[in-house]
């Protein structure tokens, strides 16, 4: 008896899992960005990395199998 993976389940588990893994990350961008603002510095890079770890779970789609979806990460 062979074990099946569903791979949208997979899928579902994997964003979740991104989600709670960049909640932190984003957390420390946004003090970074206040703080950077406060002082005029340049926001580019906070922002850019603001949206990588917003996108993150968009990788998720074009996966097709569980390695691949293991192998993405916030960090």
């Keep these: 008896m062979s074990i099946t993976i569903n791979l949208d389940k997979a899928k579902d588990i994997t964003k979740e899992r991104l989600r709670k893994e960049r909640e932190p990350l984003l957390k420390a961008q946004d003090i ?18 603001k949206i990588r770890l917003r996108d993150i779970t968009k990788q998720v789609d074009s996966c097709k199998t569980t390695d691949e979806l293991k192998a993405i990460s916030c960090s």
Excluded: G, H, P, R
């Design 32 to 49: 970074l960005f206040m703080q950077a603002q406060e002082s005029n510095a340049d926001t580019k890079e906070i922002v850019a990395e």
